[in-house]
């Protein structure tokens, strides 16, 4: 039997305290009566039935008759993405049986509320919805905002706060006095706080809410917190109904203005929202005005919608899953392709968009190429692969279509082709992810970019935030969400590149992506038309999806314009040209290849790399004439002349010593122990011609170095007869040389060589004299 004390103690709890607070108490001294660790849960029932029992003499089987009868009232005419998190965070502090949608499947006729005053339909719609409670002076009723409000707790908590204030009927506050300044000064002095009335949110009793919205007669268009605050600021009305204002943000948090006021705090595994100024934790919060984008990047976070300890919990909210035995029951996509600029590894883009893991029968092509240089890319990519897909269009370079007017006409194709869903993707994009196009499908949000970022850089095709003038700013989480420290879902005011877009937001003209915003450019005119018509964007690092190539530097005026990327697109410039066996090089359970002594032998580029390099040689053409007079030589005498081209002459310098800090500097220090010089330093850098009839051979003779790099370029028996590296001192051969693999010898001293005779066809060396 629990003792009665405890009986009696929480009637006075719940006298005095809300019911999740009695709760914890009474299983508090319920634990020290029975003398027991352990929860209380079990016996909750029971007790609570007696302890209400003793407090009403009714037989209730819950403290829920505590929040059960509050009315929680909203006007959402439409369910937009603010609306579907606002009823979200409603759900997850559980009382969506409270809640009273206002207008809902009705036209707005409140006016343009974004850029002016307006919102008297709220008070008109909430007036008629209260006539029934207009002499209920016991119930309790809510009202906030939809769109741009998120709940930050439970009604209990709320209404606690609430009846600790005293007040009949409590405003949210904010700084600024809006809609007509020159009321300021009528306002009654604040001890602290913010002191202008908002009414975007507000809390009462039935009866003393209705008499003030009826205080007067408002119309429509009229501004709804002018209504409030007129009553407010009548004396009599204030004081008859206890109207106060929630200065410091007990309850309601007004953003605008107060953005820098606020910080999000993680305790107990969840995000928790903080007034720095006035040390309280509001429990609704309100992105009123321009703080819209900081509700949004707050609400990444808040409700329950990401945690240190669960991640992204929102993530997996309203998802689905497409059934890789099933592709019949996939949506049809459009994949719409955008070539606006010249771009580098365009072959390996196109290759990611044909691996992406989804049905070709499910999916359409439109392509849009301004660069004639990538025509022939394009059309080896369609005449390759074009008939695996349901459908294929493209636009040609010839046929001048704009940037802005060419996404118009994939959209339009999209809706053509009965698309469920439009994926565009500029060529800088690489989805190394095959599964990236599924992943946004079965993330269901209205428009979803997956997270690409350049390789060891920090750009990315999102902005975390945005200043007033519509550009870039750094939010406080942009760091993590690159460096994929916080991987989840967010709500963000810019994406670009690529994006996925549900069909019905084009098929509707009031939602249709817009791509021409006065002199913004097409990526800064998709953001903020979506921005202004409070449609969400989404960034996703739920997992990692590809990266971004840097076309800046590209020049297609160059032959093979590609192999120059080195310095701008390392990771694209590896996967192309670095050998497929480099890494085996540092294999600790692989000796080195030695043909000689001292002369190592490794793969370290591929045959793209080799033939490329030739091509650009052979383009530029200007081949010295193997003299001992060379005028690109300080002095303009060479001791041991060949036929060649240095790396300067192709403006390939930079990118050559680049490739030999990072590729051949390792290989050096793996195999000559001891040696360090970071980075190399070489003045001659060249590519050897040797021909029967032009110079076949090289006397023997030491290198300018410390050692010696020497790539073969082409092939030994297919490409030329004969040839080779005799190194002298040791009668020692190298004559099976292989495209892409390299000799590194000492140079100096003890490793005099000859270069042994080409008899037939065309023979090409890279050498490097490095640290000469």
Not at 112 to 136: F, I
Not at 430 to 438: A, S, V, W
Request: charged share 25%.
């Amino acid at each position: 039997m629990v003792n009665r004390n405890i009986i009696l103690f929480g009637v006075l709890l719940l006298n005095s305290l809300s019911c999740d607070v009695a709760i914890e108490k009474v299983c508090l001294n319920l634990m020290q009566d029975r003398n027991k660790n352990l929860s209380c849960e079990s016996d909750l029932s029971n007790i609570f039935k007696q302890i209400i029992f003793e407090r009403s003499k009714a037989s209730i089987t819950s403290c829920d008759y505590i929040i059960k009868d509050v009315l929680v009232f909203t006007v959402a005419t439409n369910e937009t993405d603010g609306y579907k998190r606002y009823v979200r965070s409603v759900d997850v502090y559980g009382f969506r049986d409270n809640l009273r949608v206002l207008g809902t499947g009705s036209p707005w006729l409140g006016g343009k509320v974004r850029t002016s005053a307006g919102g008297g339909y709220k008070v008109n719609l909430l007036k008629q919805a209260l006539e029934k409670y207009k002499n209920d002076e016991e119930r309790i009723v809510m009202f906030t905002d939809s769109y741009d409000v998120i709940f930050l707790s439970g009604l209990t908590e709320i209404i606690e706060k609430f009846k600790n204030t005293n007040a009949r009927i409590l405003f949210s506050a904010e700084g600024s006095c809006w809609p007509d300044k020159s009321l300021a000064s009528k306002y009654p002095p604040a001890t602290g706080g913010k002191r202008f009335l908002n009414s975007g949110g507000f809390i009462g009793y039935a009866s003393d809410i209705y008499a003030i919205l009826t205080y007067a007669p408002i119309k429509n268009e009229n501004d709804d917190q002018l209504h409030y605050t007129i009553a407010y600021l009548d004396e009599k009305l204030r004081e008859q109904h206890k109207i106060k204002l929630d200065h410091k943000s007990e309850i309601f948090q007004n953003l605008y203005g107060a953005v820098a006021d606020v910080e999000l705090k993680f305790e107990g595994g969840k995000a928790s929202l903080l007034n720095t100024v006035y040390n309280t934790e509001p429990l609704i919060l309100h992105g009123n005005g321009y703080s819209k984008l900081s509700l949004n990047s707050l609400g990444n976070y808040l409700a329950n919608a990401w945690s240190p300890e669960e991640g992204c919990v929102m993530c997996w909210e309203g998802t689905t899953e497409l059934d890789k035995t099933l592709p019949e029951t996939y949506p049809v996509i459009l994949i719409a392709i955008f070539i606006e600029r010249p771009t580098p590894f365009l072959e390996e883009f196109l290759l990611t968009i044909y691996e992406q893991a989804y049905p070709k029968s499910k999916l359409d092509l439109f392509i849009h190429n301004t660069v004639e240089y990538h025509q022939d890319v394009v059309n080896d990519f369609i005449k390759k692969f074009g008939k695996e897909y349901r459908s294929n269009k493209q636009v040609l370079p010839k046929d001048s279509i704009s940037e802005a007017d060419a996404r118009n006409l994939a959209m339009d194709y999209c809706l053509l082709k009965k698309c469920s869903g439009y994926f565009s993707v500029d060529s800088i994009a690489h989805l190394d992810n095959e599964y990236t196009l599924k992943l946004l499908v079965e993330q269901q949000r209205g428009i979803v970019a997956p997270l690409l970022v350049r390789p060891y850089k920090m750009w990315s095709n999102f902005w975390g935030a945005i200043m007033d003038d519509g550009f870039y700013a750094r939010s406080f989480d942009y760091m993590e969400i690159v460096k994929n420290e916080r991987r989840g879902l967010w709500n963000v005011p810019f994406i670009s590149t690529c994006y996925l877009i549900n069909a019905t937001l084009i098929s509707n003209k009031e939602t249709r992506p817009s791509y021409v915003e006065g002199d913004l450019d097409t990526d800064m005119a998709f953001a903020y038309a979506n921005r202004e018509r409070s449609i969400f964007m989404y960034v996703s690092n739920r997992v990692d999806f590809g990266h971004l190539v840097n076309p800046d530097s590209y020049d297609i005026a160059l032959t093979h314009p590609d192999l120059y990327q080195i310095l701008d697109n390392k990771l694209d410039w590896e996967k192309k040209y670095i050998h497929v066996n480099y890494s085996e090089n540092f294999n600790p359970e692989r000796t080195p290849i030695q043909p000689c002594p001292d002369v190592y032998w490794f793969p370290i580029v591929n045959e793209k790399f080799t033939k490329s390099l030739i091509d650009i040689m052979e383009a530029f053409g200007k081949w010295s004439d193997g003299s001992n007079n060379d005028p690109r030589l300080t002095g303009g005498y060479e001791n041991v002349p060949t036929r060649d081209i240095h790396m300067n002459q192709v403006n390939f310098e930079p990118q050559w010593l680049y490739f030999l800090k990072e590729y051949v500097r390792p290989l050096q220090e793996h195999v000559f122990i001891g040696y360090y010089h970071d980075p190399p330093r070489s003045l001659m850098n060249f590519v050897v011609r040797y021909r029967p009839d032009e110079q076949p051979s090289l006397k023997p003779h030491h290198d300018s170095s410390t050692y010696t790099v020497n790539i073969a370029l082409n092939k030994r028996g297919v490409d030329y007869e004969g040839g080779g590296c005799r190194f002298i001192r040791y009668n020692c051969s190298v004559t099976d040389t292989k495209p892409g693999w390299m000799l590194m010898h000492p140079g100096r001293l003890t490793h005099f060589h000859e270069g042994l005779r080409v008899t037939n066809g065309t023979r090409y060396i890279m050498i490097s004299f490095v640290d000469p």
